[in-house]
């Protein structure tokens, strides 16, 4: 997937301190969007919108895939964001891609399988990730989409010209990542971080480390105990050469357990080998991950402190009535 270096415009910039997408934009250009941002509004159109159009690249490797003779998964949606002139040559590129939607496709449901209770799941995603429609979710998921919200709406409009459905019992909601804050939107939509979540990224625009940076922080506060977090970074996001997997796993070690996740880098190669692929070791523009949330949420947190609060009281009260 094309590495995208700048993000949707907005009206105004918000904190770096809450937002995620305030993140994707330096210094420089955040202030340049201000003072063009209508101009900027009236200018984009489907053709010059970068994270539009590489969405639309992911779902025509998703689209090239399915019409394989022996496809790693089947995507009948994918078809529908594609335009009839496009052509795609990447073969290399959506080998890997591919391998990597099935290996996050597979490790959803399987996770997502063995969750008691409601079943919540979080996309980090292009805004045109069809996982919710095409993925055999078990009843009561409710999935979360954090997008580009001008992607999604597009995407929610091709999905519902052709009739998809999300499987019945579930519910699908979304979060435009241009939001302030993510976190506290999450919380209204629903989300308990009492509950097992399962969080997934893949084709988020990230643009700086500190903008992922900020993404482990969402996740890691809301992320029970125990909870994965798995899916695609770009790889120029390493500090080191990549390439070096010692290197790089060391510093993916100590970006993650930073905030609180013992992370694996998993090979793309022996992820193919499994599935009867041949892909070229190495050879990836991304770095593809699973990651165990080793902290409490802050809901944990706070239940615990009421609790711990709860009981000293009555041991207070306890204690009174005695003397």
């Not at 980090?124 to 078990?138: E, V």
């Not at 969402?218 to 790889?235: D, H, Q, R, Y």
């Amino acid at each position: 997937m094309e590495l995208l270096r700048f993000a949707t415009a907005t009206a105004t910039a918000s904190p770096p301190s809450t937002s995620i997408a305030a993140l994707f934009l330096s210094n420089t250009q955040r202030k340049k969007k201000q003072r063009n941002a209508c101009s900027i509004r009236a200018q984009l159109s489907d053709e010059n919108d970068p994270l539009l159009q590489s969405a639309i690249n992911s779902a025509s490797l998703r689209f090239q895939e399915t019409r394989r003779p022996d496809p790693l998964f089947v995507d009948p949606y994918a078809g529908c964001f594609v335009l009839p002139h496009t052509r795609m040559d990447l073969e290399n590129k959506s080998k890997h891609y591919c391998i990597a939607t099935k290996f996050v496709d597979d490790k959803l449901l399987r996770t997502v399988n063995h969750m008691d209770g409601l079943k919540q799941v979080v996309l980090l995603s292009d805004g045109m990730d069809t996982r919710p429609y095409r993925l055999n979710w078990p009843s009561s998921t409710i999935i979360f989409d954090i997008s580009p919200k001008r992607v999604f709406q597009k995407a929610a409009e091709k999905l519902n010209g052709i009739g998809a459905k999300i499987p019945r019992r579930c519910l699908l909601l979304h979060v435009p990542l241009e939001l302030p804050n993510i976190q506290e939107t999450l919380v209204t939509k629903g989300f308990n971080g009492n509950r097992p979540s399962i969080w997934a990224i893949q084709g988020l625009p990230v643009m700086t480390l500190a903008s992922f940076e900020e993404i482990l922080l969402t996740v890691s506060g809301m992320a029970m105990k125990g909870c994965l977090f798995l899916g695609e970074l770009p790889a120029w996001l390493a500090e080191t050469e990549f390439g070096n997997k010692s290197s790089t796993q060391e510093w993916m070690n100590n970006l993650f357990m930073s905030n609180g996740f013992k992370v694996e880098m998993i090979s793309y190669d022996e992820v193919a080998k499994r599935l009867g692929k041949v892909v070229k070791p190495g050879d990836s523009e991304n770095i593809l991950f699973v990651a165990e949330q080793l902290r409490c949420s802050d809901d944990q947190m706070e239940a615990w402190r009421r609790e711990l609060q709860r009981v000293e009281e009555d041991g207070d009260e306890e204690g009174f009535e005695e003397l």
